[in-house]
C-alpha cells in the first residue's frame, strides 16, 4: 500500500480531529464536516479515507470512534512513541513540559543540551543529560523520535547525532532545514511559512 | 481570482524555498525539483504557479529571482507586517526573540501578558505590556498579526481579545483550536500532528 505524504498529512489531520471531537462525545460526522475541519475538499476526504479501505461508512456520516480507531490502525497512530528533545533553551524546556504530546500518545522520556550548567538548573519530572550521551539513552529507552530545539547554526550537527544514535524521526523546530540519512523521516516546522499562510490570505 | 487553501499553503512553502537557495545565489529550478523540495508533485507544483499567472519559465527553469519575486507580489507575501504575541512564559519568551520571523518580514512588535511579575522580569529588545493594553497598542503600532503562546484554557479568551482588538490574523501555539470571528484568518500550530506525520511514515 502506498499512500502519498499528502494523504498522510490529512489523514493525520482528520484523526486528529476525530480524536477532539470523540472527546466531546460526538458520534457521527460527515465527510463534508471533516473537510470543513481540515481544509480539503469534500472529494479529497472521501479518497483519502477509501485509499486505506477502511469501512464505517453509515447513513449517519462516518462513525466517529470507528474512523478513528481503523485510521490510527492503519497508520500506526495508535502505538506509543518515545521521543526525546535536544536544546533545552527557551523552546526545548517548553516542549520538555508540553501536556498535549503525553495525552496524544508521545512520551517525552528524554531531554539533552551541551551545557552542564543548563541541565543541572532545568526543573522537570523529565530526565536530562549532556548531549554526549545521547546514543546511549535513545538505545536504551527505545527512543524513536527526536526533537530538534537548538539555535540554526547547530541544527545540522544534532541532526546527524540524531540519526547516528538510531532514532527513526526527526522533527526539527530550528529555524534552518535539516538534512538527514535517507530512511529517517523528518519535518521541518516552519514558524514564518504559518505567518506566511495567514496574511496571504488577507483581504 | 479565487486560489485554493491548499495552493496557498503549496505557494508560501515555494516562496519559502526559492528565498533560501536566492540565498545561496541559485538562479535556475525545475519544476521537479520545487516539486522534490515541497513535497508535491511536478503537475501540481506547475499548476499552483501557472494560476497565479506568474511568468518566468525559461528553457534553463523557473528564474528564482523573478519567480520568488511574482510569487510575493501575487500573494502579498513581499509586504511587512506587525504581530505580536500574546503570552510570555517560556515558548512565548522563545518566540519573541525568534529572529527568523524578522528576516521572513514579520516584525513583532510587542508582547502581552496578564502577570505583572512576568512583564516586569522579561530581557527583551522588544516592548512588552500587560494584556489590557492589547488593543490600545494593537491600534497604535497597526500590528496586524497576533500570535497566541497562552496555555489551554486562556486560548480561547486570548482569541477573543485579539480579535476584538482588530488583529487580521492568528497564530495559534496553545494545544487546543480556537473559534474566532469570521473575517479573521487563522492558524492552529499542531506539534503532535507533526510528530504523527512522521511516525505513520516509518517502516
Redesign the interface.
Same mark, same amino acid.
Given at each position: 500500500m502506498s499512500i502519498s505524504?499528502?494523504t498522510?498529512?490529512r489523514?493525520?489531520?482528520i484523526?486528529?480531529y476525530l480524536d477532539?471531537i470523540e472527546k466531546e462525545k460526538i458520534e457521527f460526522i460527515s465527510s463534508s464536516e471533516l473537510a470543513k475541519a481540515i481544509?480539503?475538499t469534500e472529494h479529497t476526504v472521501r479518497k483519502d479515507i477509501s485509499q486505506l479501505n477502511v469501512i464505517g461508512f453509515t447513513r449517519k456520516g462516518y462513525e466517529v470512534k470507528s474512523l478513528k480507531k481503523e485510521l490510527g490502525r492503519k497508520?500506526? &497512530?495508535d502505538?506509543h512513541?518515545k521521543?526525546c528533545i535536544v536544546g533545552l /533553551?527557551?523552546?526545548g524546556?517548553?516542549?520538555l513540559d508540553?501536556?498535549?504530546?503525553q495525552?496524544?500518545g508521545?512520551q517525552i522520556v528524554a531531554g539533552f543540551d551541551c551545557s552542564i550548567n543548563k541541565i543541572e538548573r532545568i526543573k522537570s519530572d523529565i530526565n536530562v543529560f549532556q548531549v554526549n550521551r545521547l546514543k546511549e539513552i535513545v538505545k536504551q529507552q527505545g527512543i524513536?523520535?527526536g526533537i530538534i530545539a537548538v539555535p540554526?547554526k547547530s541544527a545540522q550537527s544534532v541532526a546527524d547525532r540524531l540519526s547516528e544514535a538510531g532514532v527513526?524521526?526527526? &522533527?526539527n523546530f530550528s529555524?534552518i532545514?535539516v538534512n538527514v540519512a535517507s /530512511?529517517i523521516?523528518?519535518?521541518d516546522?516552519?514558524?514564518?511559512?504559518?505567518?506566511?499562510?495567514?496574511?496571504?490570505?488577507?483581504?
Open positions: 505524504n499528502n498522510i498529512e489523514i493525520c489531520r484523526f486528529g477532539s481544509g480539503a497508520l500506526n &497512530l502505538k512513541r521521543a /533553551g527557551r523552546l524546556t517548553a516542549l508540553y501536556e498535549k504530546f495525552d496524544d508521545f524513536e523520535l540554526a527513526k524521526g526527526i &522533527l529555524p532545514k /530512511g523521516i523528518h519535518l516546522m516552519n514558524f514564518t511559512s504559518a505567518l506566511r499562510v495567514i496574511s496571504a490570505q488577507f483581504k
